[in-house]
């Protein structure tokens, strides 16, 4: 019959080898993304030279202090304000087609461009001529445009007033 084991050895780890065995990994990923390390020393170094790597230590050792400041101006009556309003600008930026912004805004820089010309020219226009402008194709188009952007608002006001009601 075998002996019993009465005592176990527990080996400790040499730490010199594990020292060893670390910085051969740490090596052998080194060489395995050279160039990832290559892009990442360069672009550390352009941040250095200009100032970047400073200035985020500088924030990062005044992180309390910095964190102070910013909650402070978060908590200023109009930040409230402010951040609701981007919300709602990109909620409504979201919410349009692409390609019909695209067309407004066509439109507005050409009647803009036409805005300064008519500036420029500094034409006095008699009630007469305003009139008649409207036999205009353009002008009618735009009227008919706004007439439209007109009542979708109005439409919008309407179903707000009723949801309040």
Known sequence: MAKAIKQIRKEAPN?????????????????????????????VGQLHEMG??????????KRVDVGVIAVQQLNQPNMHN????????????????????????NGVSHG????AENIEKD???SLWKLGNSIRNPEI?????????????MGEAFQGEKRELH
């Open 82 to 105: 402010t951040i609701k309003n981007g919300m709602n600008a990109f909620n409504f930026l979201g919410q349009l087609n692409p390609d019909q912004l695209q067309t407004v805004l």
């Open 140 to 152: 009618r188009t735009s009227l008919t445009t706004m007439l439209g952007f007109l009542e979708g």
């Open 15 to 43: 730490p010199e080898a594990e020292q060893s065995k670390a910085v051969t990994d740490i090596v052998a990923a080194l060489a395995e993304n050279r160039d990832a390390i290559m892009a990442t020393i360069g672009i």
């Open 123 to 125: 034409e006095k226009v």
């Open 52 to 61: 970047v790597l400073n200035t985020v230590n500088g924030l990062l050792e």
């Open 112 to 115: 803009l461009e036409k805005l």
